[in-house]
């Protein structure tokens, strides 16, 4: 700003450089986007700075309001003030305008359509496994039977001396297992919870412990470093062979159909004395002979027999007074065949598109 030029003309000069930017701003669409119009508040915000902050022109004609003549002082001053009010003015109504463009436009964006229809959550399922333990479980808790709960890291004494496997026993061979501290490891079979079992309750006893097992296996189709059990305990006075045969009988009915016939085997488990295999007739072909039987007509379902009665002592149970039938199925290896997996290992690599199936 040239000191000569006259004062009046110098505010007239700052009046209309602000009119000439501010034009635009004069008459604010009401359409403007949300972003558009915070772009355009930023704008106002720059345009204040310039024509009415500390360094604007109108600031600067302030300071002549002193220097000019007296008598022209007065006249001077109003026209100052009167221009700054109208450059103010402006901003402020542009401002207010831009203010409410936003809020509308920020009600529109963030108002709900209740019309819409909701996103279904995704809702998780059950694991095979657990679907086929809790048929099993409902089966026998139907025969009167509870069911057990019990730890995985075991002794010695739970995983084999009590059960009849004294150490040496070859049995601990196939069974070697996963050995933690000094002492303990993890259990190779549910049997361990027949010994608790007894232990807690004495007998007469009917349960089932359903859970997980451990051995040093490579996985392969048919095998897993874990995988899981069901066992099944029945101790009372009187209890026979026949009462074995009759509850596995009626468990395969229930389970597979009631045209399920069932086979026993001879067998030897150390912890039974007499013991069998069992067998049901396949559920695909009846007996026939198919994929899912190998042509044999016949399923394995699990190992059984008679208490021995080192184990009945060994858990502090009269066998003078007491008797009683065990029995370990396997639940995977079930699972496995009722759904014709081809390899184990799926049930516990938690592939979501596998497991999905089973809804
Ligand atoms: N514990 C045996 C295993 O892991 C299965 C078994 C066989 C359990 C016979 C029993 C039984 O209770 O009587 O191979």
Request: net charge negative; aromatic share 8%.
């Amino acid at each position: 700003m040239s000191e000569e030029s006259n004062p009046n003309q110098q505010v007239e000069a700052a009046r209309l450089a602000f009119a000439r930017e501010f034009e635009r701003f004069a008459n604010l669409e009401t359409t403007l986007s949300l972003q558009q119009a915070e772009a355009e508040q930023r704008a106002i915000a720059e345009l204040r700075t310039r024509h009415a902050g500390k360094k604007s022109t109108i600031a600067a004609c302030k300071k002549l309001i002193g220097r000019v003549a007296p008598e022209d002082r007065a006249g001077f001053g109003q026209l100052v003030q009167r221009t700054e009010a109208e450059i103010t003015q402006a901003l402020d109504d542009a401002e207010t305008k831009l203010k409410s463009i936003i809020e509308a436009a920020r009600i529109t964006r963030e108002s709900i359509d209740v019309t819409i229809p909701g996103r279904r959550p995704r809702a998780g399922h059950l694991h095979p496994i657990t679907l086929m333990r809790q048929r099993i479980e409902d089966i026998f808790v139907s025969l009167g039977y509870i069911v057990e709960d019990d730890r995985e890291i075991e002794t010695d004494f739970y995983n084999f001396d009590a059960l009849n496997i004294p150490e040496g026993h070859p049995a601990r061979d196939p069974q070697d297992t996963f050995y933690t501290t000094e002492g303990f490891a993890l259990r190779s079979q549910t049997s361990t919870v027949q010994i608790h079992a007894m232990q807690r309750r004495g007998a007469p006893v009917r349960m089932i412990a359903p859970g997980r097992v451990f051995r040093r296996d490579t996985p392969d189709p048919t095998h897993n470093p874990m995988f899981y059990q069901v066992e099944g305990l029945c101790v009372d006075r009187g209890i026979t062979m026949a009462h074995l045969k009759g509850t596995l009988a009626e468990f395969a009915h229930r389970l597979f159909g009631p045209e399920t016939k069932t086979r026993f085997r001879p067998s030897y488990f150390p912890f039974t004395e007499p013991s069998a295999e069992v067998d049901y007739s396949c559920f695909n072909c009846g007996g026939k002979g198919c994929r899912i039987c190998k042509q044999s007509g016949w399923i394995e379902l699990g190992g059984s027999g008679m208490v021995h009665p080192n184990v009945l002592r060994a858990a502090n149970v009269d066998p003078e007074e007491f008797t009683g039938f065990a029995f370990g199925l396997g639940i995977d290896r079930t699972c496995a065949r009722i759904y014709q997996l081809d390899d184990i290992r799926l049930l516990f690599e938690n592939d979501i598109r596998f497991l999905e199936q089973f809804r």
